[in-house]
């Protein structure tokens, strides 16, 4: 029977995965669909088998994921939300496991990474694997005491591990930042308040293009809240950017900062208009 793309969801990863997590927190009683990769995840809502696509664009701690910024320009899709979710690990083991028992401790490379204190602190061996969530499925079959997976509290309910501690991350603040993808465009109404429009440049090679494309935003008053830089086809002199700034395109400050940047770039490619999430605003006022 094939599964109907309305009201499914498409993520990156194992079921159980954060990006699975993000999916249900933002759009609860929607259907998951798993898919082995970014690539997969679009293609399935490109093909109409998924309405939307949850793919993380950036980490509190670990910076942002390259393979996205380099997808979104050419995916043929467009951002229609964000979404922000707070990365809480636990320690899953199977029945009968122990914080004691415990001598190894699996998951992916990133969430090590974020763990480090408790992997010194009990002297366990960090594992690498694919994914959280696969690292998951692996203790589960397994079934041994010795082994734990460093994982999210969906994965350990889907896969019937047990929560030996929670939110054993370093950092409290461990975020992940998520693009919500569609076919179709849809942007907030103009004279909608916090908006968020996001776009890719590339300027002109000559000097000072990066400068005077970005001094529109300035003197029109708009917020640039992400610019990050990235090469094309691995070389050195094609560079494009990626862009975040706070503001509707047809509201007359971003249109005439558009205006300008397009004058002194080769290619401006507008990716999509959206609202802002509330985590924005918690941050603001986290930081008054």
Not at 98 to 103: F, G, K, N
Not at 228 to 254: I, K
């Amino acid at each position: 029977m094939t599964q109907s793309p309305t009201r499914t969801i498409a993520f990156q990863g194992l079921p159980g995965a954060y990006s699975d997590l993000a999916c249900r927190a933002a759009y609860p009683g929607w259907t998951t669909l798993p898919c082995p990769s970014f690539e997969a995840a679009m293609a399935a809502v490109r093909e109409g088998r998924a309405e939307l696509a949850m793919l993380p664009c950036e980490n509190s701690l670990a910076g942002r994921v390259p393979d996205i910024h380099r997808l979104l320009p050419d995916s043929g899709l467009h951002v229609v939300g964000e979404h922000y979710e707070r990365v809480e690990h636990c320690v899953l083991a199977p029945a009968g496991a122990t914080l004691e028992t415990i001598r190894r401790a699996h998951s992916h490379p990133v969430a090590l990474g974020q763990v480090l204190n408790l992997l010194r602190d009990r002297g366990w061996q960090a594992v690498i694997e694919a994914d959280t969530a696969g690292a998951a499925h692996l203790v589960a079959e397994r079934g041994g005491v010795e082994d734990a997976a460093i994982a999210s509290s969906l994965a350990g309910e889907i896969y019937g591990l047990q929560v030996l501690r929670r939110n054993v991350e370093d950092e409290a603040h461990n975020t992940t930042r998520f693009y919500v993808m569609s076919r179709e465009p849809t942007q907030p109404p103009v004279a909608a308040p916090d908006s968020v429009t996001t776009f890719v440049f590339r300027v002109r090679s000559v000097p000072a293009a990066l400068y005077k494309a970005l001094g529109g935003f300035a003197t029109n008053g708009v917020n640039m809240t992400k610019l990050e830089s990235y090469m094309l086809d691995g070389r050195f002199t094609a560079v494009q950017f990626l862009c975040d700034v706070d503001g509707h395109p047809d509201q007359p400050p971003l249109r005439r900062a558009l205006e300008e940047l397009r004058f002194f770039s080769r290619e401006v490619h507008v990716l999509g208009c959206y609202p802002a999430h509330p985590y924005r605003h918690e941050q603001a006022e986290a930081a008054e």
